[in-house]
C-alpha cells in the first residue's frame, strides 16, 4: 500500500501536469451563501507564497508542506484558473516498494468534514502524460492497518492495478482493516501515456445513514453502490 499523509495531513495527491478544482462539500447544495460548503479550492488567488485559500469562508486552506515542491498556476475549465501538479522524484519510505513522488496540498485543518455522515466530494480533472497507476487525487489518511486511529479513512485515485485498468475509484479504509472500492468512473484516459485530451468532472455523493453511493461523471449518475460506513 501507497504511505498516505496521516488522517489530520489531508493529501491532494497529485499527477504529471495533473490540473485540479476541487470542491467539498458536506450534504446537499443549497442557494449561495451555502452554509453546507466546508472546502472550496478555486485556485483564483494567489498560492505562489504556500497557500492555497478555501474560499468557503471555514478556513480549510491549504498549505505548501515542503518548502521545494509546490503547485504552479494552470489553465482550468470555463477559462478558469487551476492547479498544475508535477512529478518531482520518487519515494521509497514503504520498503521494497518505490513510488512516484508528486506534488500536494495539505488541508490541516478539517473543520466540518473530519467526520461525514453524509457528503459530496467533487473535482475537476485532467490528466498528462504519466506513468502513475496507483495515484490519488485526494487522499484522507491511512488505512487501519497502518494506524487504527485512522478508520474509515477514504481516498479517490487509480487502484494500481495498471491498463488497462485505468479508471478512478473511491475507496474507504475501514476498521477492520483492507480497502473497499465503493465507486468508479468510465475509464477515460489513453491506455499508453495514461492522459486525457480534456477536463472531465468527478463527484462522489455518500449518505451514510442511507447506506448508498453515487458516482456522477460530468454531471450525470454513473453508478450507485452500497458504502456500509456509518461515517467516512
Not at 498544475?84 to 513510488?99: E, L
Not at 495498471?162 to 478512478?168: I, N, R, V
Not at 499508453?192 to 477536463?199: C, E, L, R
Amino acid at each position: 500500500m501507497k504511505d498516505h499523509p496521516i488522517r489530520n495531513l489531508f493529501g491532494f495527491a497529485a499527477i504529471m501536469a495533473f490540473l485540479l478544482l476541487a470542491t467539498i462539500l458536506a450534504l446537499v447544495a443549497a442557494p449561495a451563501p451555502d452554509p453546507s460548503l466546508k472546502l472550496h479550492f478555486d485556485f483564483d488567488e494567489d498560492f505562489s507564497k504556500g497557500k492555497v485559500l478555501d474560499v468557503s469562508g471555514n478556513g480549510n486552506d491549504g498549505w505548501q508542506m515542503n518548502p521545494t515542491n509546490w503547485i504552479s498556476a494552470g489553465n482550468g475549465v470555463f477559462g478558469s484558473a487551476a492547479a498544475q501538479f508535477t512529478y518531482v522524484g520518487f519515494m521509497s519510505n514503504d520498503y521494497p516498494h518505490i513510488y512516484p513522488l508528486s506534488q500536494y496540498i495539505a488541508v490541516t485543518n478539517l473543520a466540518g468534514f473530519a467526520y461525514l455522515t453524509n457528503g459530496t466530494i467533487s473535482l475537476w480533472a485532467k490528466f498528462d502524460t504519466n506513468s502513475d497507476a496507483g495515484m490519488r487525487l485526494l487522499d484522507s489518511g491511512y488505512g487501519a492497518e497502518y494506524d487504527p486511529g485512522a478508520a474509515n479513512s477514504w481516498s479517490l485515485g487509480r487502484d494500481g492495478d495498471g491498463p488497462p485498468y485505468l479508471f478512478l475509484s473511491f475507496s474507504v479504509y475501514p476498521a477492520a482493516g483492507g480497502e473497499d472500492q465503493i465507486l468508479y468512473w468510465p475509464q477515460d484516459v489513453d491506455p499508453i501515456t495514461y492522459s486525457s485530451s480534456s477536463f472531465h468532472l468527478y463527484t462522489a455523493t455518500i449518505d451514510c445513514p442511507g447506506n448508498q453511493a453515487i458516482a456522477y461523471y460530468d454531471g450525470q449518475p454513473y453508478m450507485t453502490n452500497t458504502i456500509g460506513l456509518p461515517w467516512i
